[in-house]
Each structure stands twice: as structure tokens, then as C-alpha cells.
């Protein structure tokens, strides 16, 4: 198969300054596209009540900026918020001017709160389902025409685990995995017959900075340590790890290729064999 099988294509990869979003961006660039990333930076976020979400700052969009480029392929970084319609737009925009295309898309960026349904602060759980949810429906609106335009597309999104469960404390959060899940499944219908596929990925938690804040969050709850917070966590999962950003990010190049072209519609689910 052809290494540089994305050249002369361009992407967008929301959330791509840090963790599995970095990951992804950079996957894609190694195969030759041309890449944007945006990130709501630590700047610019006003968070809302119990988040817990890691945001990058302005040095590291740009400094993964820089790494994209030494590939060898063009990129952009952008400070931005995927559920702001003006960003969302511009993001858009930005890419085709710039790259002159746009052709695949993912739907990378997320935040979580953590708290019970009962008092629970409802400018957050709103925020969570404007991030999660109304965020990829916004950047997929914007991007389809030019898809459409080319013939050719691929739109992958971020699901979790929580797509499929629910979890104590985390209802914002699975509601709007949940959403995002019906919402691809729905557009994949729409966007088949223009060699379009839309697919979710529905990982359990990744080594990533959001991921370790959540693990410290439980510990926090539980009166544990960090390291015997992981322990417990790690028992639920057979092989007894947490994921690599790495290999979410393989598997959303893998679904870029023409060898994936019919695999529209669907949600993979990596666990490391978890029945979740």
C-alpha cells in the first residue's frame, strides 16, 4: 500500500493541538495531507462548572503546528471552538483557502464535566452536549459541500465507550457520545452515494492528558493514589493497559483509504476486549 496515499489531499482534525487529536494530525500528515488543526486554547476557554478537560495553549497549537510541518506537508493551527458557529465556519473556510480542498474530516474535539444529574449546573451539561455533539454537526455541515464538490470524503468521529453505556456521574458527557453515534449513522445514509463515508471510533480511555486528569479526578473521589486508582481501572480492561493515542489514530488513516470505502455507518469499538 502506498505510504503516501493522502497527497494532494487536505484535513481537518478538531482538538488536534494535544493528545489523540495531536495523534491523529499527525498520522494523517505522514500519508501526505495537508492538514488543519484547531483547538480552543487555555487562553480563550471559560470553563464551566466540574470540567474536566485538558485544553493546550497557544505555544502548543502552534509548536504541533511545526511538527505537522516537518513532514513535509502544509498546516495550519488554529485557536478555536468547534461549538462556535463563527469558528466552525472559519475553520472551514481557512482550510479550502488555503490547501484549495478539503476532503477528510474528524471530529476529534470533546470536553466532560463530572457530576450527578441532581443540582447539576446546567450551563455545563449544556456545554458538554454544545462541544460533543452540536460542534461535529456544525464542522460536518460546513465541510460537506466541498466534499460533495470533489467526489470524495471521509468523516470520522470521536466516540467513546460511553456511546453504547452509561456512567454515574458522566450523563452530559454519554448523552452526547450517544448523540454523536446516531448522528454518523444518520449522515452516512445521506452522504453513501456521493463516495462519502461517515464512521465513529468508540474507544475506552486513552493515555492522554484529559484521560490522566480523569484518572486523578476518580482517585481524588475515591481516596486513592493516582497509581492505585489505575490499578482498579485497569482491571476491567483484559489486556490490562490503557490505550495509545497511536492506535486510534492508525485506525482513523485505515478508514481514509480506499480500501475502507465500505465501511460507511459504522462504530468501532476499541477496548482491548472490554464488553463494553
Same mark, same amino acid.
Given at each position: 500500500?502506498?505510504?503516501?496515499?493522502?497527497?494532494?489531499?487536505?484535513?481537518?482534525?478538531?482538538?488536534?493541538?494535544?493528545?489523540?487529536?495531536?495523534? &491523529?494530525?499527525?498520522?494523517?500528515?505522514?500519508?501526505?495531507?495537508?492538514?488543519?488543526?484547531?483547538?480552543?486554547?487555555?487562553?480563550?476557554?471559560?470553563?464551566?462548572?466540574?470540567?474536566?478537560?485538558?485544553?493546550?495553549?497557544?505555544?502548543?497549537?502552534?509548536?504541533?503546528?511545526?511538527?505537522?510541518?516537518?513532514?513535509?506537508?502544509?498546516?495550519?493551527?488554529?485557536?478555536?471552538?468547534?461549538?462556535? *458557529? *463563527?469558528?466552525?465556519?472559519?475553520?472551514?473556510?481557512? *482550510?479550502?483557502?488555503?490547501?484549495?480542498?478539503?476532503?477528510?474530516?474528524?471530529?476529534?474535539?470533546? *470536553?466532560?464535566?463530572?457530576?450527578?444529574?441532581?443540582?447539576?449546573?446546567?450551563?455545563?451539561?449544556?456545554?458538554?452536549?454544545?462541544?460533543?455533539?452540536?460542534? @461535529?454537526?456544525?464542522?460536518?455541515?460546513?465541510?460537506? @459541500?466541498?466534499?460533495?464538490?470533489?467526489?470524495?470524503?471521509?468523516?470520522?468521529? &470521536?466516540?467513546?465507550?460511553?456511546?453504547? &453505556?452509561?456512567?454515574?456521574?458522566?450523563?452530559?458527557?454519554?448523552?452526547?457520545?450517544?448523540?454523536?453515534?446516531?448522528?454518523?449513522?444518520?449522515?452516512?445514509?445521506?452522504?453513501?452515494?456521493?463516495?462519502?463515508?461517515?464512521?465513529?471510533?468508540?474507544?475506552?480511555?486513552?493515555?492522554? @492528558?484529559?484521560?490522566?486528569?480523569?484518572?486523578?479526578?476518580?482517585?481524588?473521589?475515591?481516596?486513592?493514589? @493516582?497509581?492505585?486508582?489505575?490499578?482498579?481501572?485497569?482491571?476491567?480492561?483484559?489486556?490490562?493497559?490503557?490505550?495509545?493515542?497511536?492506535?486510534?489514530?492508525?485506525?482513523?488513516?485505515?478508514?481514509?483509504?480506499?480500501?475502507?470505502?465500505?465501511?460507511?455507518?459504522?462504530?468501532?469499538?476499541?477496548?482491548?476486549?472490554?464488553?463494553?
Amino acid at each position: 500500500m502506498d505510504d503516501q496515499f493522502l497527497k494532494g489531499r487536505a484535513a481537518v482534525v478538531t482538538g488536534g493541538a494535544s493528545g489523540l487529536g495531536r495523534a &491523529i494530525a499527525l498520522r494523517l500528515a505522514v500519508r501526505g495531507a495537508d492538514v488543519c488543526i484547531m483547538s480552543l486554547s487555555s487562553r480563550r476557554v471559560k470553563r464551566v462548572a466540574c470540567e474536566v478537560k485538558y485544553f493546550a495553549d497557544v505555544d502548543e497549537i502552534d509548536a504541533t503546528r511545526r511538527e505537522i510541518r516537518e513532514t513535509g506537508v502544509k498546516c495550519i493551527g488554529l485557536d478555536g471552538d468547534v461549538s462556535s *458557529t *463563527t469558528d466552525a465556519a472559519d475553520m472551514i473556510g481557512r *482550510t479550502v483557502r488555503a490547501f484549495g480542498r478539503l476532503d477528510v474530516l474528524v471530529n476529534n474535539a470533546a *470536553t466532560n464535566v463530572i457530576h450527578p444529574v441532581l443540582d447539576h449546573d446546567n450551563q455545563a451539561w449544556r456545554r458538554v452536549v454544545d462541544v460533543n455533539l452540536f460542534g @461535529p454537526y456544525l464542522c460536518t455541515r460546513y465541510a460537506l @459541500p466541498h466534499m460533495i464538490e470533489n467526489g470524495w470524503g471521509r468523516i470520522v468521529s &470521536i466516540g467513546s465507550t460511553n456511546s453504547h &453505556i452509561g456512567t454515574s456521574n458522566y450523563s452530559a458527557y454519554a448523552a452526547s457520545k450517544h448523540g454523536l453515534l446516531g448522528f454518523s449513522r444518520s449522515l452516512a445514509l445521506e452522504v453513501a452515494r456521493h463516495n462519502i463515508t461517515a464512521n465513529t471510533i468508540s474507544p475506552a480511555s486513552i493515555e492522554t @492528558p484529559s484521560g490522566m486528569m480523569h484518572l486523578h479526578r476518580w482517585a481524588e473521589d475515591l481516596g486513592l493514589s @493516582p497509581e492505585a486508582m489505575r490499578g482498579e481501572v485497569m482491571k476491567s480492561y483484559p489486556q490490562g493497559r490503557f490505550l495509545r493515542p497511536e492506535e486510534i489514530a492508525d485506525l482513523v488513516v485505515y478508514l481514509c483509504r480506499e480500501e475502507a470505502r465500505g465501511i460507511n455507518g459504522e462504530d468501532i469499538r476499541v477496548t482491548t476486549g472490554a464488553m463494553y
